[in-house]
């Protein structure tokens, strides 16, 4: 059977894509992001899932305000990186697993949840960024890729507790896959940022690391804050916190952290990583 081996949660500010592509990732600005964030190479080597589930945010790259799916799923063979406007990362393409993403459809769909099928997809930073922090800058990606994307763009977006729900559903979906393959989730985006208007720039350290401590030890907690509450205390993109609560309902409620880390600032970003284990 497919057994789910693990959860990372990341942000996925696109700057950290160029750092790595332009070779930057010693440079005194960005050694203290990538030395904080290394022990998920030395993981995931030791794990090394065979597929894994990012789920993320199109920022209006593939999709735009003319068709907006509140939760999507990449059922294609690959993804190639979108040109997001200075062409796209110098980035393998992205290879899916059409057969697992029918069968996490299937799952989904007949457990409550409507997923959209997307055959057609392009994957933007939202997406890349979470592989290239995790995997370096391999020649191919050494899993395949299943995107789960998310609306949190356009008003209104899922709850948190819908989130988690879909997790729960998609921990459910992942373990009555027959074939014994191993799959991680990512959830991305997040932590606290505005990227314009009034507040941009806003970062809240302290919510944040309270966020990330109920993440870990009592996600339920976090189920009843509401749109509002993300959007006054972490910023107009802070909203992006919602899918990390899609990886955490998809671990057990008790769980095992092998890394914790936040930095500020990346880019006009807070960043935040965990990585957990099934206890
Ligand atoms: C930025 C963009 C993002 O999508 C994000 O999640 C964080 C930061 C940015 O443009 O800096
Ligand atoms: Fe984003």
New binding site residues.
């Given amino acids: 059977m497919a057994r789910l081996i693990g959860g990372i949660g990341t942000?996925?500010?696109?700057?950290i894509g160029a750092a790595i592509d332009r070779g930057k990732t010693q440079e005194p600005y960005w050694k203290p992001l990538f030395d904080g964030v290394r022990p998920v190479r030395d993981w995931i080597e030791q794990v090394r899932p065979d597929v894994c589930i990012v789920i993320y945010n199109d920022?209006a790259s593939r999709f735009d305000l003319s068709v907006i799916p509140t939760f999507a799923i990449g059922v294609g063979a690959e993804f190639a990186p979108h040109d997001e406007g200075y062409g796209p990362r110098p980035v393998p393409p992205v290879v899916g697993d059409p057969a697992l993403a029918w069968h996490l459809t299937e799952s989904l769909i007949l457990d409550g949840f409507d997923m959209t099928i997307v055959s057609d997809l392009t994957v933007d930073?939202?997406l890349t960024v979470p592989l290239s922090l995790v995997y370096g800058q391999p020649q191919a990606w050494p899993c395949r890729v299943i995107p789960l994307c998310v609306n949190v763009i356009q008003y209104p977006p899922p709850t948190g507790e819908r989130c988690y729900r879909l997790g729960q559903a998609l921990r459910r979906a992942i373990e009555s896959y027959a074939p014994d393959v191993t799959v991680a989730v990512f959830g991305t985006?997040g932590m606290s940022?505005q990227?314009q208007g009034e507040r941009a720039g806003l970062i809240n350290r302290e919510y944040d690391l309270r966020w990330l401590e109920g993440f870990v030890h009592a996600p339920e907690e976090l189920l009843k804050i509401g749109h509002a509450e993300y959007l006054r205390e972490t910023g107009s993109?802070g909203i992006?916190l919602v899918m990390w609560l899609i990886m955490r309902g998809a671990m057990d409620p008790k769980v095992r952290e092998i890394h914790r880390f936040y930095h500020v600032p990346v880019?006009?970003?807070a960043y935040g990583m965990v990585i957990l284990e099934n206890d």
């Fill in positions: 942000s996925h500010v696109p700057a920022h930073h939202g985006g940022h990227l993109e992006e880019s006009n970003t």
